[in-house]
């Protein structure tokens, strides 16, 4: 358990809970002392990602924001007021090419990945502008910022992510409230379970992450340390930005074949 206990009594978010690194941050913040509310759509796999202590889950999918508009009233008539939102829920699309992806897949993969990251933040940054304080994360991707990294639906939905990120932190600080964004690397999650399956199957485990400058994949736990840290008063003078959380993947040009 970390030392530091940033979150005592403040109370937060994180949708996408159920696994990887929603889970993760959930399990960070509230080792940090804070009260969690844990979104997902899979109900069962929620059941088994709540942290120790007092907390609560409520089944959500993001891309409906009446569901969106009941999870967030459901936080503030428990808790009172949201400190901090982990806007984290998210889907990965086939790597088709641009020619072949159809519409449904954009549809899909918008909806969930960008519109309802923007529904979350409309409905809790009605709340956090009224108590004129609060912070969000937004949990978009390498992918967002550079390509070969994920989809075009995919890709394309985390590059509005970042847009996004930027855009609501011109609209809500002026109210006291942040947002900020991560991009992580190569992350080991049940999202990105199909990488490291066909790696470890080909024998070639050895190449997962080789491609960041640090020779390798990274751990949920990683992308919740930097969430907690861009959610807590240590990140008080930061906002509108997006971190990259990668080992380096997006410092280099890093084309095929560069790294050995």
């Known amino acids: ?62 891309s409906d924001e009446a569901q969106v508009a009941e999870a967030v009233a459901f936080a503030q008539a428990h808790f009172g007021r949201i400190d901090a939102l982990a806007n984290n829920a998210g889907i990965i699309c086939d790597r088709s090419q641009i020619t072949e992806t159809d519409k449904a897949t954009w549809e899909r993969t918008l909806g969930v990945n960008l519109i309802g990251a923007a529904m979350m933040l409309k409905h809790v940054g009605k709340v956090m502008q009224a108590q004129g304080t609060g912070a969000v994360v937004n949990t978009a991707s390498v992918a967002g910022i550079r390509s070969g990294a994920g989809g075009n639906a995919y890709s394309a939905s985390k590059a509005g992510v970042i847009s996004l990120t930027m855009t609501a932190a011109c609209d809500l600080g002026q109210y006291g ?21 066909y790696a470890r199957e080909h024998g070639k485990e050895d190449r997962l992450g080789a491609r960041a400058e640090l020779r390798r994949y990274g751990h949920p736990e990683e992308i919740a340390a930097a969430i907690a840290f861009l959610a807590s008063d240590d990140a ?7 971190l990259p959380v990668d080992g380096g993947n997006t410092a280099s040009l890093n084309l095929p074949g560069m790294k050995v």
Do not use: W
């Not at 991009?183 to 399956?197: N, Q």
């Open 1 to 62: 358990m970390p030392a530091i206990t940033r979150f005592d009594g403040k109370y937060a978010i994180v949708t996408g809970a159920a696994s990887g690194i929603g889970r993760a941050t959930a399990a960070r913040l509230a080792e940090e002392g804070a009260r969690v509310l844990l979104l997902d759509r899979n109900a069962e796999a929620l059941a088994e990602a709540v942290p120790t202590g007092d907390h609560l889950t409520r089944t959500c999918d993001v």
């Open 236 to 242: 008080s003078f930061i906002t509108g930005q997006a």
């Open 177 to 197: 409230v942040r947002v900020n964004a991560v991009c992580p690397g190569l992350i080991e999650t049940g999202m990105t379970a199909p990488v490291f399956d």
